[in-house]
């Protein structure tokens, strides 16, 4: 995961820093389907560390595909739209920002190159797009590391490189890697 490497790359540099990842997999911004919502548990989850100074971001790429998922298995699952992803940012956002921290937000990488067809559909990536242009543009965050600008392919911006991949949604070591260092690029001067 990029959060070891991260730790990794603050250490060798002789700072003082932990990092904690506390992402679920397949979690949802919207909702509690695989684990509770990151605004349900973020009190338990984030105001429980002692001495946290930032918080990183990244989610929303479930919500765009695992309600074509689900729906494809036989279990309805209504459209999340691109609204009520960034509403959850915004309070996301706020309730880091009241609580005295800095809001580091992540765009989210291309899932293209999965194989479900919800993740992979045009419609997705037209989502996952204006989702990222306002996390760059009008978000709020104090800061935003652009793991999709390092992650994608030129050739086909709606993926992964192929090398830095494991499935077409989620990095490998190298992706990791890379991600690793474009958020050290990014929170170095404020450590």
Do not use: C
Request: proline share 5%; charged share 20%.
């Amino acid at each position: 995961r990029f959060n070891n490497f991260l730790a990794s790359i603050i250490s060798r540099e002789g700072r003082q820093a932990n990092v904690v990842n506390l992402g679920i997999s397949g979690n949802q911004v919207t909702r509690s389907f695989l684990g509770q919502k990151p605004l349900d548990r973020f009190d338990r989850d984030v105001m429980s560390l002692s001495s946290l100074s930032h918080v990183i971001f990244l989610e929303g790429i479930n919500d765009i595909g695992l309600p074509g998922l689900l729906s494809t298995m036989g279990i309805d699952t209504p459209e999340i739209s691109v609204n009520q992803i960034i509403s959850e940012h915004r309070k996301i956002i706020a309730k880091i920002k009241e609580n005295g921290l800095i809001a580091v937000g992540g765009t989210l990488p291309p899932s293209g190159g999965f194989t479900a067809p919800s993740y992979v559909e045009e419609s997705s990536d037209a989502k996952r797009q204006m989702i990222n242009n306002w996390i760059r543009t009008r978000a709020g965050y104090d800061h935003v590391i652009d793991f999709d600008a390092i992650l994608r392919d030129p050739n086909q911006i709606e993926q992964i490189q192929p090398k830095l991949t494991a499935d077409g949604l989620h990095p490998n070591t190298k992706g990791y890697k890379r991600m690793a260092n474009a958020a050290y690029s990014v929170l170095s001067p404020h450590l």
